[in-house]
Every structure is written in C-alpha cells, then in structure tokens.
C-alpha cells in the first residue's frame, strides 16, 4: 500500500468517525429533549447537519422542525434551494422574519444596513413562542476564536444567553442535557468537523449545495478587502468600482456582509484543492461582520446568537 492509499483510508475513517459521532448526537438529543429545531439557512454546514438528520432516523421522517432566521438580505440561490430541500424532503419550515420585528418597533435598522446582529432577538423569540428546548446549529471550533472553545451541548439561561460558568464537560461520549424550565440547550453536532472534513464528506455523500458555493460570474465591488454584490441591501458607494468576475461563496450570510472570493473551482473536488491550500477560514476571509469589532463574535454568543 503506498502512502498516498494510506492517507486516502485515514481520511475515509476520519469522515466516517465525524459521521458516526453526529449521528450518535442527534439520537442523544431525539431522546432527551422533547422540542428541538435544527438551525437552516440552506448554507452548506446546515445542509450537511439536515443530511446527517435524515441519515440519524432514516427511514422514518426527521422529527424535528427546521427554523430558519430569515434577514430578509438573502441571495436569492439560496432561499430556492432552501424551499427545494423542505418540499422534497417534506419538512415543517418556521421562518422567522427579522423584517417583522423592524416593521413593529421591536428592532431598528442599523446605520450600516446590515442585519446580521439583528437576528438574536428574533431568535430568541421564536425559541421562547414555540418552546423549543434544544436547538441544533451547524458551527464548528476551526470557523473562530469564540466558537473554537464552545461545548457540543451549550446551555443557554431563560434569557438564551451564555454563560462559560455554567457550562458542564464532556467526558467521552456523555452529554449532559439538563435544564431548567425556560432554559435551552444549542446543540453542535460538527463541532469537531473542519472545512475541509465538511467539503470531503460533501464529496463523497453527494449532497447537493445552492449553485453559488461553485465558481460562477457575478458583478461584484470591492470594500474592506471584500468583493461584494449588489442587492436588496444596498450597493457600491462612491468611488467603489463594480466588476464581474469568476467567484464563489465560502460561507452564505446577509447578502450585506458576505464577501465572495475570486475563484475558477466548478466542482467539488477543485473546491477540495482551493480549501486545502486557503490559509484562511471561511469566516474570516469573507464575513465583515466578524469584523465590527475584536470581540464581534464572542459578544454575540453571550447574547445568545449561536
């Protein structure tokens, strides 16, 4: 066997490894909590989490609801392939609009347009109307600092905010799901996953993603050392030139604070290759709003964002 082969077998059994350790999650979870949700974007790490869902309770439906926290700021490829995913897989959708909250006085626009950080209150509204009690997201420790030393199982108090105090080890394969009436658990079956894991298990699954992870031409303008496009949200400024080039999207947010990145990968192994060489995580090089401050993310997972 040569050593390319027995490199090949490792990350086979990486990827089955990660598999079997989520599948294992979303069982725990089904039996200990009475209403979760699973976190869906139609981005490429909540359509991994849906997939390894159907793969934990197959071939019975998925027995949870999906929830989607809706900016309004979407690109459009993504919100059909969004809709897609739930006819086909006949799944229950709550969408909760952050433009409900701005049109009834509960949020206001920022100055900047950019509704990323107005997604918590929505959030935590829509967890307490429904009473969900564990709430599955797609984050994982390689993406940032604040989310590098975060638990597979997060409690969050009745106001859905972190607090490190509180939060219990995990020994082996123990999970401890314990929680008060009104609290809530977030819930991180890829937390040990890396971009590249997610992107080779993309690979051999075949699961298909929104057309806009895959090199595409796209008029797009240049600001903070991002490309970004126009849309709903806004478009360039003075002195901002608008180009089209060859690019593709690493991470899918508001359409106001994802940047693309400039690439020619048209396929998932071409992605493969440009991941494995990126020195850069996803969110780091194309999400500014990470950025509006050192502490960005670590500010918004007190206040209960993920």
């Known amino acids: 066997m040569t050593t390319l082969e027995t490199a090949a077998d490792a990350a086979r059994d990486n990827l089955t ?3 079997s350790e989520a599948v294992h999650i979303f069982r725990e979870v089904a039996g200990e909590f009475d209403r979760p949700v699973i976190l869906f974007s139609g981005g490429k790490d909540s359509t991994l989490l849906l997939h390894l869902a159907i793969k934990a309770f197959w ?8 929830l989607h926290v809706d900016t309004g700021h979407n690109f459009d490829e993504v919100i059909e392939f969004r809709d897609k995913v739930v006819e086909t897989y006949g799944l229950r959708l709550v969408v909760a609009r952050v433009q409900d909250w701005i049109d009834d006085g509960r949020l206001t626009e920022r100055p900047d347009g950019t509704r990323n950080p107005l997604q918590t209150q929505p959030l935590l509204d829509t967890i307490t109307e429904h009473k969900f009690d564990a709430v599955f997201g797609g984050g994982r420790r390689d993406e940032e600092r604040a989310r590098a030393k975060e638990r597979i199982f997060s409690l969050r108090n009745a106001f859905g ?10 020994l082996w ?7 008060r009436p009104g609290e809530h658990v977030r819930v991180f079956p890829l937390s040990n996953w890396t971009e590249a894991d997610v992107w080779n298990y993309i690979a051999r699954e075949g699961i298909e993603l929104p057309s806009i992870y895959y090199a595409h031409r796209r008029k797009v303008y240049r600001r903070d050392g991002m490309w970004l496009t126009e849309g709903p949200w806004g478009g360039p ?13 690493r991470t899918v947010g508001d359409g106001s604070c994802t940047g693309a990145v400039e690439s020619a990968a048209t396929t998932v192994e071409e992605v493969i290759a440009e991941v494995q060489a990126s020195r850069l995580t ?4 194309t999400r500014a709003d990470d950025r509006l401050s050192e502490a960005a993310m670590e500010d918004r ?6």
């Open 17 to 19: 490894a990660l598999e």
């Open 59 to 66: 071939p019975a439906p998925v027995p949870f609801p999906l």
């Open 161 to 170: 905010q972190w607090d490190p105090r509180r939060q219990r080890p995990e």
């Open 173 to 179: 394969n123990l999970y401890n799901g314990r929680h």
């Open 237 to 249: 400024r003075d002195g901002e030139v608008v180009e089209e080039l060859m690019v593709r999207y």
């Open 282 to 285: 996803e969110r780091g090089a």
């Open 301 to 306: 997972k007190r206040e209960g964002y993920f």
